[in-house]
């Protein structure tokens, strides 16, 4: 029997260990931290250990899968490609064990509401379909009890670093900016590359929906695979999506189409919504539908989240706005004078990028978190009120003495959380229950 060591107890680590059990390996699960849920690893006889990895345990592995939060440098990683261990991704050994058409998408900003709108269509349209990788139960977990005609995975560069037969028949790249420098050696390069390993090993049958505004991608993309571009700067001339006027136009194999209402506002959902519905064309889901599902679709928690109105004072929680760019798509859609709460655990940010998008929409700013020098250093000469909070309780009630009835009080972090919370949708579950006690 073949044996398995999965580095990470988390919601990733769970899953892979039980598909692997389920497929007759030997499975060892290891974490230095704590694992919450022990249970079900004992329950279905997984040997685990936590607070510690034992090298003689983890080195007789046949296979290693690490879980994304874990870096590559650290010594037991390195040891095992000294040993000429594999080590893949979740992402990679649930591959394995499907035969669904993939459908996966990356990008430093949109992915979720990306995913999770083909998804939304494909259901529509009556398609047998999982939404999972970076959001949900995530891929192994979800392919245990069953297998799915169509899976749309939602990837980060974390999960992509770790694959090798991985193939995505339709893959979308939305935009690449810098994020998650800490983990590349702070060299963008690196991180773009990984980023494109979402078109490895595609074959000319298959498809790469790219975004040709963003120059990351445009000059680096290669795959054997159709490449389809979406623009909302050009007229694409052959086969894509591009937006004018006001409204979204695809072409497609001659057959051409127009959207002209989207549930979700702003230039980013403009870009999103352009990738998915091409997505769903390739996949040979009808028009009506897709102009449908794009209208009646749900944003996603956390992201320009409209929380409440206090005393004329609307507060919108972005807070899985984790990097720069996140954050510059939802400050250029505020239409009113804001307060803006932002910082945690700074990955590299350039706060010069947002300069004139604050001078002309931000009013005072609140900084929270471990990292606030930096917010101070880059914006003190231009916002006459900038403060620190304690807590989140305590930057709601600064942030709503600094606003005046007609403006915006806006969670928008361009941090990780977890300086001060477990994750950004504690984060942003402690804001809003803030904001209702005001």
């Given amino acids: 029997m073949k044996k398995l060591v999965v580095l990470g107890g988390g919601k990733s680590g769970i899953g892979a260990a039980l598909l692997a059990k389920k497929n007759d390996w030997n499975v060892f699960v290891s974490d230095k ?10 329950n279905n006889d997984i040997k685990w250990e936590e607070g510690s990895h034992s090298e003689n345990e983890i080195l007789s592995a046949d296979e290693i899968v690490k879980s994304p939060g874990i870096p590559d440098g650290i010594k037991i990683i390195q040891l095992a490609k000294e040993n000429r ?6 992402v990679e050994f649930a591959y394995r064990y499907t035969n669904a058409k993939i459908v996966a998408i990356s990008g430093s900003n949109g992915k979720t509401t990306t995913t999770l709108l083909v998804g939304h269509i494909l259901k529509n349209a009556g398609y047998d379909v999982l939404v999972t990788g970076n959001i949900g139960t995530g891929f192994a977990r979800s392919i245990l009890e069953r297998d799915y005609d169509y899976i749309v995975l939602e990837l980060s560069s974390f999960q992509l670093d770790g694959i090798v037969d991985f193939k995505a028949d339709v893959a979308i790249i939305l935009n690449i900016t810098p994020d998650h420098l800490d983990r590349y050696n702070n060299d963008f390069q690196l991180y773009v590359k990984s980023k494109l390993k979402i078109t490895n090993k595609q074959e000319k049958k298959d498809f790469l929906i790219y975004n040709i505004d963003d120059e990351n991608i445009k000059n680096h993309i290669e795959t054997s695979g159709r490449k389809i ?7 694409i001339k052959n086969d894509g999506a591009f937006y004018k006027n006001k409204q979204i136009n695809i072409n497609l194999n ?11 506002q702003g230039k980013h959902n403009v870009y999103n919504s352009m990738a998915a519905a091409v997505a769903c064309r390739v996949l040979e889901v009808k028009d009506y539908i897709i102009r449908q599902s794009l209208l009646d679709f749900q944003n996603i928690e956390h992201r320009l989240e409209y929380v409440l109105t206090v005393h004329g004072i609307d507060f919108i929680n972005d807070s899985k706005a984790t990097n720069i760019n996140s954050v510059w798509y939802a400050l250029e859609s505020m239409h009113k004078q804001t307060v803006w709460i932002v910082g945690g655990v700074d990955k590299g940010n350039n706060y010069d990028e947002l300069l004139e998008l604050v001078k002309d929409k931000v009013k005072a700013i609140v900084c929270i978190g471990e990292d606030t020098q930096s917010i101070h250093e880059t914006f003190g000469n231009d916002i006459k009120d900038i403060v620190d909070a304690k807590s989140m309780s305590e930057a709601v009630s600064l942030s709503f003495e600094f606003a005046t009835k007609g403006e915006n009080v806006l969670l928008s972090p361009a941090c990780a959380s977890f300086d001060m919370f477990q994750n950004f949708e504690h984060r942003g579950i402690e804001f809003k229950n803030s904001v209702r006690k005001l």
């Avoid at 704590?34 to 690893?41: F, N, P, Q």
């Avoid at 001659?254 to 989207?262: H, P, W």
Wanted: glycine fraction near 2%; hydrophobic fraction near 40%.
């Fill in 229 to 235: 571009p979406f623009s909302i700067k050009e007229t």
């Fill in 254 to 264: 001659n057959n051409k189409m127009t959207i002209q209402e989207l549930a979700l």
């Fill in 85 to 90: 261990i594999p080590v893949i991704s979740e």
């Fill in 33 to 42: 931290g704590i694992i919450t849920d022990k249970e079900v690893l004992t």
